[in-house]
């Protein structure tokens, strides 16, 4: 009988790599994540966790999360343990983070000065921070009184809606970026991420949606102090705080800090509302955590946001620690077993990221996650969410996330737009032409105004990169005037340029394309550059496995110029796929900024053979462009 292949390295070694701890970052085994054998694998596909100088596991694959920011996220758990022992990693082509519970302990996964790094907490001596008390905080009188009256208001939007999302607009300060390696998004779609799969596992019907994130100049302080500051958000740098929860929606709001000796023993400290006195109100749905190892080996364990949001969604820790506080529900309490597990809410260790239930299994060994009518927060859980979920009723109702991609007016073809909205900023590119006739270009980039709609300079470039020549690096942008875009709904918005105000929505690329765009290769849509090519780029669009693909460079007498290609992809295997029978095509004779409609043509039909090819796994794309040297152009996500 044939061989079986053993299961492929969830992370492969680098030998003799062992990686220091230092100014409070993680110590360590340097290691590679597997991420293209990762991205390519099916549920139920197996790898194995191999921990130094230590033993193996193997790991099953059970799913993958896209996050809008280009992350992806691995969910997977131990295959001789179960479910209770997860491992989720949040991964982009130069880094990653996450972590896997073992019966050992946890190992934490992190990225250093580029270097990826697994830490079996055991081996290192790390500990859970300390247990205490004092992270739920009791609703002021005056926030009680606040919350009394909207009380009927948010009991009725939570009975009667059916927005089942939990939105989170996160707050986190330069200390933390730096603790991330400049690279805060990832952590903090990691613990989003992480969040929901413990929803997900503990069945509890909503799902915490990210839809801000913001920097703020802000101390590591005490957190009791940091508390107040984001829930009276009346002074710097809070003082937009409302506005920008409003544009956002944001039912829940926190604040994210690196773990220090000045969060004390604490890894958060979050408001918690009962349906008895202090009652749900959006004024409670504030919450402050800590991230990371102290440099005394403790460190904040990775469901720290889930537990803190559990407090304003009104649960408590076990009855052992949460003397002197009335939570939602009288069963609203975590669950644990010293030295055997501990859900979310309570303060017993090792940590399974699920929350109290008496349905639900916490170890191998048969042990409840919870007892009926005592502790059961996945039952109070799954009637308060209603309330917090509906904290901003408006959203509910009204409230859509609008879609990146290729939108036109179709009375007016031949001129497109390519919109790309991520993290809260937009990068537009706007493919018209002149006076003359000939295709130019213009792009717009900056901050969202608001959650729906944009604003700011509409920039010309010139004298940059020709399509075949060598590079020569254009001179700084023109200021053309202002662009507003305004989204009606997801897929319509009024465009306003100098001179031209017209209504646009996103192009079919192929028919029904916008509405199924079902495709083997998702997640590859966005703006691509090469570094070393600053000024030039491309945008790429796939419906149903064609690709809209557009080019924009300079001609040979410095004039920014665009090219188009419809195509369909060839996939070559789970990552890759290739686009290798089109050509690039140049239109003309179109409408030009500031006047009437005119029909474009095509002016040239083979500009160029279109090779291109994509590592979906990589989120990087290759574009061979025949009389360049190099032919062959590197191309990967443009950060913007």
């Known amino acids: 009988m044939p061989l079986l292949a053993n299961p492929a ?62 992350n992806r996220t691995f969910v997977g758990y131990l295959a001789d343990y179960g479910k209770s022992y997860r491992c989720v990693l949040t991964h982009n082509p130069g880094s990653i983070t996450g972590h896997c519970l073992t019966p050992s302990g946890d190992v934490l996964v992190s990225t250093r000065n580029g270097q990826q790094i697994v830490t079996p907490s055991w081996q290192y001596k790390l500990h859970p921070a300390p247990v205490g008390e004092g992270d739920m905080a009791i609703p002021r009188p005056s926030a009680a009184s606040r919350a009394k009256a909207p009380l009927a208001a948010a009991t009725a939007g939570g009975a009667s809606g059916n927005d089942s999302t939990l939105d989170l607009l996160v707050y986190y300060t330069p200390a933390f970026a730096s603790a991330q390696g400049g690279n805060p998004g990832q952590r903090i779609d990691y613990l989003v991420a992480l969040t929901n799969q413990a929803y997900i ?28 500051a984001i829930t009276n958000h009346n002074a710097s740098p809070f003082t937009g705080l409302s506005t920008q929860r409003n544009n956002v929606h944001a039912d829940l709001v926190t604040m994210i800090r690196p773990f220090t000796a000045a969060s004390g023993n604490y890894c958060g400290l979050a408001w918690i509302p009962n349906l008895s006195s202090s009652f749900f109100d959006p004024s409670l749905g504030f919450s402050v955590i800590a991230d990371g190892t102290r440099a005394d080996n403790y460190y904040c364990d990775d469901t720290t946001l889930a537990h803190e949001l559990g407090h304003n969604l009104g649960q408590a820790h076990d009855h052992e620690h949460s003397s002197g506080f009335t939570p939602a529900h009288s ?54 969410w209603q309330y917090v979920a509906n904290y901003l009723p408006a959203a509910s109702s009204s409230s859509f996330t609008p879609e990146s991609g290729w939108y036109w007016n179709s009375s007016q073809p031949g001129v497109g737009y390519s919109v790309e909205i991520r993290n809260g900023k937009a990068f537009i590119g706007f493919f018209m032409y002149n006076t003359q006739g000939k295709p130019i270009w213009y792009v717009s980039t900056g901050a969202m105004s608001s959650s729906t709609s944009y604003t700011g300079n509409l920039l010309y470039y010139r004298n940059g990169q020709t399509l075949t020549g060598n590079y020569t690096s254009p001179s700084s942008p023109t200021t053309i005037g202002q662009v507003s875009l305004t989204f009606s709904d997801a897929r319509h918005a009024t465009l306003v340029l100098p001179g031209l105000t017209t209504n646009v929505e996103r192009f ?22 090469n570094s070393a090519q600053a000024g030039t780029g491309y945008f790429f669009e796939s419906q149903q496995n064609n690709v809209f693909s557009v080019a924009f460079l300079y001609d040979v007498t410095g004039d920014p110029v665009w090219y188009v290609s419809n195509d369909a992809w060839s996939v070559t295997s789970s990552c890759t796929a290739a686009m290798q029978d089109g050509s690039w095509l140049r239109y003309g004779n179109g409408m030009y900024l500031g006047g009437a409609f005119r029909s474009a043509s095509v002016t040239n039909s083979a500009v160029n053979p279109n090779n291109t090819t994509l590592d979906r796994c990589n989120d990087t794309i290759a574009v061979t462009i025949t009389g360049r040297n190099p032919s062959v152009v590197p191309l990967t996500r443009f950060s913007f």
Not at 201 to 228: C, F, H, K, M, W
Not at 339 to 354: C, E, L, Q, R, T
Request: proline share 5%.
């Open 9 to 70: 390295e969830l992370f492969k070694p680098l030998a003799g790599s062992i990686v220091r701890g230092m100014d409070n970052t993680l110590p360590g085994y340097a290691v590679a994540f597997n991420r293209t054998q990762a991205m390519s694998s099916t549920a139920g596909s197996k790898f194995t966790l191999t921990i130094p100088n230590d033993r193996s596991y193997t790991v099953v694959f059970e799913r993958e999360e896209a996050h809008g920011s280009g």
């Open 201 to 228: 596992d503990s069945g509890i019907n909503a799902r915490l949606r990210l839809v801000g994130t913001q920097q703020v100049s802000y101390p590591d302080n005490d957190l009791p102090t940091a508390l107040d």
């Open 331 to 384: 069963y609203s309490y975590g669950y644990g077993i010293n030295n055997v597990f501990g859900d979310i809410m309570s303060y017993y260790f090792p940590k399974v990221a699920k929350f109290s239930s008496p349905n639900l299994l916490c170890d191998n060994a048969g042990d409840r996650c919870g007892v009926a009518n005592y502790a059961d927060t996945v039952s109070s859980i799954n009637q308060t």
């Open 508 to 529: 079919d690329i192929v028919s029904g394309g916008v509405a199924n765009p079902t495709s083997t290769l998702s997640n590859v849509d966005g703006w691509y550059w």
